[in-house]
């Protein structure tokens, strides 16, 4: 029965959540010219996109390369901005509950890129496979004639014509690439293990961020802000490139869909008098919570349109 009801709990919040997070859209952009050398340049547009309804910015770098000895159109693609955590602590409702409460929580951040042009390939990408460490540096370097290739962060272009560096961190997470075919690629950033008075547990844990109750309120029954890491007390920074290529004269333009955002695991919490207290976790509560913006890049004019969002 108790079960039965967090799970209606669940489907309440899912129904309620984008109805208390009105939607409001916000967008910039800018450019310039750097020469690299050999005659090529790189002709740089950024565009800032920022939406209330998801807690998401996206900041996009869109790097053109201008190659006279490559064959091909390139674009160095770097994803940049925020995603919130939309880590919160409630009550739960109804009678019999009172002892119970619910937190909310980022167990994955989700960043992707696709297109479905047919004369448009992923060449390259940052980071790659999968990374564990706190701290992610990579460098993504150019050099004349089409050859783009990855690095360990280097400071300023090494041997490179031109370099492009991602720089993030994810302390208690890992990114991995889940999905990579030549039109698309998607990362995801997983919770992987915490530390707690008991010693390390697995993001898994149903305990995870549980302790007795210290008060009578929501926050009372969670760990301190100090012991939440800042993906989950405060969001993500991602810092991340996709590298493409189009072949010349086949179109002026090519669209894109990035998407940022995150799934959210609930942890519920319930104290008894005699017992103590009892958590329940429920994984994936709440999937794909993502901003999807899709831009329109013209190979011939170097312009970047934001052409639609959901």
């Known amino acids: ?87 919160s602590f409630t009550d739960v409702k109804g009678k019999g509950y009172e002892a119970t409460k619910r937190l909310l929580w980022p167990f994955q951040y989700n960043i992707a890129l696709k297109t479905s ?26 050099t004349i004639g089409g050859n783009f290739q990855s690095a360990p962060s280097i400071n300023g272009k090494g041997a490179f014509n031109y370099a492009k560096k991602i720089s993030y961190n994810q302390q208690n997470y890992i990114s991995e690439v889940v999905q990579q075919n030549s039109k698309n690629i998607k990362w995801e950033v997983k919770a992987n293990a915490f530390n707690s008075e008991d010693g390390q547990l697995s993001a898994y844990d149903s305990h995870l961020f549980v302790r007795s109750p210290i008060g009578p309120n929501a926050r009372d029954f969670f760990v301190s802000d100090d012991n939440l890491p800042p993906l989950i007390h405060s969001g993500f920074n991602p810092s991340f490139i996709a590298t493409v290529s189009h072949e010349k004269d086949k179109g002026d333009t090519s669209e894109f869909e990035i998407a940022y955002g995150r799934n959210l695991d609930i942890t519920y919490a319930t104290f008894f008098t005699r017992t103590g207290i009892f958590a329940e976790r429920r994984h994936n509560a709440l999937v794909n919570r993502n901003l999807v913006i899709k831009y329109e890049v013209n190979w011939k004019t170097h312009e970047i349109k934001v052409k639609g969002h959901n």
């Open 1 to 87: 029965m108790v079960k039965n009801k967090l799970l209606a709990a669940t489907l309440s919040i899912s129904l309620v959540l984008p109805l208390i997070t009105p939607y409001s859209e916000g967008a910039t952009a800018a450019s310039n010219i750097e020469e690299i050398g050999e005659g090529a340049q790189i002709i740089k547009r950024t565009e800032d996109v920022s939406s209330k309804k998801w807690g998401v910015t996206q900041n996009i770098q869109f790097d053109f390369v201008k190659d006279p000895k490559y064959n091909k159109d390139a674009l160095i693609i770097k994803m940049q901005g925020f995603i919130n955590s939309r880590t």
């Open 117 to 142: 042009d047919p004369n448009v390939s992923l060449i390259n990408y940052l980071p790659k496979n999968k990374i564990e460490t706190i701290d992610v540096s990579q460098t993504l370097g150019y």
